[in-house]
C-alpha cells in the first residue's frame, strides 16, 4: 500500500527590530591592477583570465554599461569598498602568476565573520581561506568555491550584470552576464584578525577584489518564531481509485490529525486540494 507523505511547511518570522551592519576593510596585498579606469588605456592593463583571453572588468567611470561601482551592495546586503582603481585593485591567483596570496588589513579588527568578494574566471575554483589573528594563531583553512564569472542570472551572485572588456584590443563584451561572488569565514572575535591567506590550485584563476566584516559592536537579529504547519500531498486518483481516496487515505489522515489536534492545542494541518475537505 503506498503511504499518504506529510511535509513540513517552514516559515520564519523575526522578532528582532536590528539588522547587522558591516565594515568594509582596507586592505594591502592586491597584486593587479585588472580593472580598466575612465582614461585608462586598457593594452596596458591587467586581466583576469587566460593570456589567450586577457578579459577584465571595467569601471562604471569608464563606462556606466556594466561597469563596476567603487563601493557595492551585495544582494545579501554587505557593504564592500574595491580599492582604487587607479593602483592594484586585485588580487589574481592564477597558473601564470602566484597560486597563493595575503591580504592584509589596515586596521586589525574583531569580528564574528569576514565577507569575501571574488569570482572565478576559467570554471569554477575551489579555494582555502585562512584567518591570521594578531597573537601569531591562525583560524583553520576553509575550503570554499567560487562560481565561473558567466552567471545567466543573478541567482547565487553578490553582484551581477557586469560586462567585460578584453585589455589586447579594448573590445567590449556586451553581454551583461557576469558577476562577483561572496563567502562568509566565520571568525573568533576575541582575536584581531590581521591578514588572510588564500590558497588554490596551480591550474586555476581566481580574483579577489574586496572584504567586509561583521559588526561586533552592532546589534545582530538572534530572536525569531518558527511557525511550523503540516502539510498533506494526496492525489486524488494515482494508483488507487477515487472511492479509495475518499474511504481509507482521506479518513485515515484526518482521524490522525484530529488525535494531533487533540494532544497539541496550537497544531495546524493542512490539505492541499480543497476537494479533500469536501470529501
Not at 6 to 17: D, G, M, P, V
Not at 196 to 209: C, P, S, T
Request: glycine share 6%.
Amino acid at each position: 500500500k503506498i503511504a499518504v507523505l506529510t511535509i513540513i511547511c517552514l516559515s520564519i518570522l523575526t522578532k528582532s527590530a536590528f539588522s547587522q551592519t558591516y565594515i568594509p576593510l582596507t586592505l594591502t596585498g592586491f597584486n593587479t591592477d585588472a580593472i580598466v579606469d575612465n582614461g585608462d588605456d586598457p593594452s596596458v592593463s591587467g586581466y583576469l583570465d587566460k593570456p589567450d583571453n586577457a578579459w577584465t572588468y571595467y569601471s562604471e567611470a569608464k563606462k556606466s554599461d556594466g561597469g563596476l561601482p567603487q563601493n557595492i551592495t551585495s544582494l545579501s546586503g554587505v557593504n564592500y569598498q574595491m580599492a582604487s582603481f587607479s593602483g592594484n585593485n586585485v588580487m589574481a591567483l592564477n597558473p601564470t602568476g602566484v597560486q597563493t596570496g595575503i591580504l592584509t588589513l589596515a586596521m586589525p579588527l574583531k569580528t564574528g565573520g569576514i565577507w569575501i568578494l571574488g569570482t572565478a574566471t576559467e570554471s569554477n575554483v575551489k579555494v582555502k581561506i585562512t584567518l591570521n589573528y594578531g597573537d601569531g594563531s591562525s583560524s583553520n583553512a576553509q575550503e570554499e568555491e567560487y562560481r565561473d564569472w558567466y552567471a545567466s542570472s543573478n541567482s547565487g551572485t553578490a553582484y551581477h550584470g557586469l560586462k567585460r572588456i578584453r585589455t589586447k584590443n579594448s573590445e567590449y563584451d556586451d553581454r551583461a552576464n557576469f558577476a562577483l561572488y561572496e563567502k562568509l569565514i566565520p571568525a573568533d572575535n576575541t582575536k584581531e584578525i590581521v591578514s588572510v591567506k588564500f590558497e588554490i590550485a596551480n591550474d586555476k584563476y581566481l580574483a579577489i577584489f574586496a572584504m567586509s566584516a561583521y559588526d561586533i559592536n552592532s546589534p545582530i537579529t538572534t530572536e525569531g518564531t518558527v511557525y511550523m504547519i503540516s502539510n498533506s500531498h494526496l492525489d486524488t486518483q494515482w494508483h488507487w481509485t477515487v472511492e479509495t481516496s475518499i474511504d481509507e487515505y482521506v479518513k485515515n489522515k484526518l482521524e490522525h490529525n484530529f488525535n494531533l489536534f487533540d494532544k497539541y492545542s496550537d497544531y495546524r494541518f493542512h490539505f492541499e486540494g480543497a476537494i479533500k475537505y469536501k470529501f
